[in-house]
């Protein structure tokens, strides 16, 4: 079992919390690799039983190198059915469009047939920071990387 | 295993879902509950490991009958914790604010930190009929309540 | 020219957001009513050449008690359109679903043909609150009110 | 008064819809510039008082190509403030994402403080087709065009 964290990231702040999340999921023994999106071919995609995707906030939606690669991924539609999908974003603010942007990063990957899971007591779409990660944003996003690899346990473990 | 499936409905389409998706369900062999939603105590939530709501498209958003048991259910706030939540709609016309009204009830289900799944091939977010639930529309919603049923037993059965 | 600002408050954080938006709008010479959601006639509405609805955060949409109003609404559907209508929300924390019980207004709104606005430079979709507004959130909240009175004289106004 | 429609397009589609809603413009009496995405140079946004976007749904959200150029406007952040936004999309299905496809371009708008419209009858968040466009959605172009016109017309006429 292995789940991929992908980034896109311009000051470090997503990269940082695309960090902690990974090694959230290998506190948990998952092995996890941690890319840069530029870095993912889109045929590695299928080799992952959960995805997390985290990008900046830009104008409320996910960044444009990222839909890139959510756009080619159509290639493979139809394959990633039942996989994990997780997303995070860092934004500029409280209200800047943080929810939308890591919502519209679980669209696609409903659009795609998989599963996410929401969260009752951290942030409830997936982590959000505003401006650099604090030791808040730190724990949070261990724990979703914790919480992400539970689940891929769950469901593709025997 | 029991999934509860709850509408709220004045013409009747809603409904025709709904009872559509519970024979799906029942079809795999899982105890399915089929209850218009005023006919919902809020603790019995507690009693599935599966919601699946369905609303009207009324002005984009859940109807807000349906959103009174949704804000009633903070009383349960993390006991829902990663049961299995679906969302459907019946709406006026094409565009006419189906999808996001059922990621009105997708999103309050994240919140609750319950798990939610997309479909690749039919309707991405969920089933939605526009008027009355043609041929078509039958068979996704019999389809949806097989994959909601399915999801529920790989994560709860042993 | 009238605004109407209605809202729906258990702690009083969005009742204070409100009452600061109303401000905002006298402060340019625009009547506003200032009224909790149950003390509207859906009959008013006509009477308002903005409306600006606010409501805690609760599962990432609006109150059932707003919901109710709005689905009243049908009544005069097609009589709002051309109408200016805002948003705002308070929210238990950052993430929290704040961003999309704004949304989940404003797409009501859209449903009736309204007018809606983003901000550059504040919250981008409309006020948004963490807890008991504070400084910051106040010159948010007084500064939407000017800029919804100012948009209401541009397009309404001769 | 000028307004842009720009669209990205493979199978045509949607460069159809922005073809009869330039049209609709027209019909005005307002100037209509129209683009394929790639041939907008980001300086140009700033020349029109009206944007209109179209996008074919990928994955629930505006095209990675459309998505560069929103991404790229941060150069002209703050100068596109009351400025007219709509938006359009080619869908493959009924509930295939074209509601939340249309809503990503929305939402971009408004975080640049752009003022957006909604529709009580024809459909609410923007012109949507399935597949190739019919005569009921030729209609809808050309009444969106209509409408946005309008708008601009009333906003920054004197």
Do not use: W
């Not at 023994?29 to 870095?39: A, F, G, P, R, V």
């Not at 779409?125 to 689940?151: R, S, T």
Request: one cysteine or more; proline letters at 2%.
């Amino acid at each position: 079992m292995k789940i991929l964290v992908s980034y896109y990231s311009r000051t470090g702040n997503t990269k940082k919390m695309a960090e902690l999340i990974a090694q959230g999921i290998q506190e948990e023994n998952i092995t996890c690799d941690l890319k840069e999106i530029s870095q993912v071919n889109v045929d590695e995609l299928l080799n992952y039983e959960g995805l997390i995707f985290g990008s900046p906030t830009y104008y409320g939606v996910m960044a444009a190198e990222m839909k890139k690669l959510v756009d080619d991924s159509v290639k493979h539609h139809g394959k990633l059915i039942g996989k994990i999908g997780g997303a995070f974003s860092s934004s500029g603010m409280m209200g800047g469009g943080g929810e939308t942007t890591i919502l519209s990063i679980l669209q696609a990957f409903m659009v795609h047939g998989m599963i996410v899971v929401g969260d009752a007591v951290l942030q409830h779409y997936g982590p959000l920071a505003i401006g650099e990660p604090d030791e808040e944003v730190h724990g949070m996003c261990l724990k979703y990387g914790h919480k992400i690899a539970v689940l891929v346990k769950k469901i593709f473990g025997k």
